[in-house]
């Protein structure tokens, strides 16, 4: 791709404990074709030999910048990241995956040639032996502000009418990764901790850091998306899930109090709630208790009034049939059922991975 390289991509990578891992997502960079970048490593207090391999890379070439911090988690991480860059367009990567090789040219290409705020691409989850192609849209588009709102960042907050077809979808467009910001819009995003709201602070970022934001997506999968790698946050069983996405869902609700489009963002965000039952219902049958305490567990969430609220608006006249089953089941708290179809949807979900 020709193009002059005189724009400067700063690329945020947090880093801990994925020492099998993080050479083929820096050497994933390193090969840009693209060359105006700078690589930021964020060493999180790893306590393998992470450091050192950042510390070596950094001797060899000058694009690559290391920081060690205390740990603190991926998001406060990626906070120092984004103040320590310099560049004027900053790309995530977790230090597990890995990019296509022409990601950044054709990221800034897009930016500038569309004069856009935020570049999106899909990406391809990478199980052992198995890759599964994964598109955020089914073609190439740009959205001016206010067709960026309804599509992106409307979207962001959760789904509404025909969108539900796909409830397990909900956080599809939320991720921090596969995505090229303008600076300037990702330093207006707010880090929350992971370690407080579960596996949701990306959601969160981008509510803040799109809004009144130009948008291009480019239908190319540039993003290898690791399955595989045990230590994830998003692999493990998490008992405290429960207590942490309540506190993600106030800060939503904040946001959504405070932005002047509550009346149209206050049905997708209920519908965000109800969806989420999937991701907790999975996470609290993925646990070792027994089914009678799983079965408890699954009612003292839909007895909390944010569900019994969720649930009661919930339209599911456009699930598909499993996904109208299993919302029904929720709406009468049909728990032991719901539980069995849970176990069911892990099961089928973990031959997916085998």
């Not at 030999?49 to 910048?65: Q, T």
């Not at 959205?143 to 409307?154: G, M, P, S, Y």
């Not at 901790?193 to 959601?203: L, Q």
Request: net charge neutral; aromatic share 10%.
């Amino acid at each position: 791709m020709s193009m002059t390289n005189t724009v400067l991509v700063s690329i945020v990578i947090p880093v801990y404990k994925t020492k099998e891992y993080l050479e083929q997502c820096i050497q994933s960079l390193l090969a840009q074709t693209y060359y105006h970048i700078e690589i930021l490593l964020v060493d999180d207090g790893s306590p393998d030999e992470c450091p050192a391999l950042c510390d070596s890379y950094a001797a060899h070439d000058k694009r690559v910048r290391v920081i060690h911090k205390e740990n603190g988690g991926a998001s406060f991480a990626r906070e120092v990241g984004i103040k320590n860059a310099t560049g004027d367009y900053i790309m995530f990567v977790d230090s597990d995956d890995w990019v296509e090789l022409d990601t950044v040219a054709c990221c800034v290409e897009i930016a500038q040639r569309d004069n856009v705020d935020c570049v999106m691409f899909g990406y391809i989850r990478e199980y052992p032996g198995k890759r599964i192609i994964t598109p955020l849209f089914e073609h190439d588009f740009s959205c001016d502000v206010v067709r960026a709102e309804e599509k992106i960042h409307r979207r962001i907050v959760g789904l509404k009418g025909a969108e539900l077809r796909e409830p397990q979808r909900v956080d599809f467009l939320s991720s921090m990764c596969m995505k090229l910001y303008r600076t300037e819009f990702a330093r207006k995003g707010r880090i929350v901790s992971e370690r407080v709201v579960g596996t949701s602070e990306d959601t969160i970022f981008n509510l803040y850091a799109l809004e009144g934001c130009r948008i291009s997506y480019i239908n190319r999968c540039f993003y290898h998306y690791r399955k595989t790698n045990i230590q994830s946050i998003t692999t493990q069983h998490k008992p405290d899930l429960i207590d942490k996405w309540d506190v993600m869902y106030s800060v939503v609700q904040e946001y959504i109090d405070g932005s002047g489009r509550k009346e149209e963002y206050q049905t997708p965000f209920l519908n965000r709630v109800a969806c989420g039952m999937i991701g907790l219902g999975l996470n609290e049958v993925g646990s070792r208790e027994s089914l009678w305490q799983k079965t408890k567990k699954l009612r003292l969430i839909l007895d909390k009034p944010l569900y019994r609220e969720a649930f009661a608006q919930l339209d599911i006249s456009y699930c598909g049939v499993k996904w109208k089953v299993f919302f029904l089941l929720c709406k009468k708290k049909a728990v032991f059922l719901l539980a069995i179809m849970l176990q069911i949807i892990n099961y089928l979900r973990s031959r997916v991975a085998a």
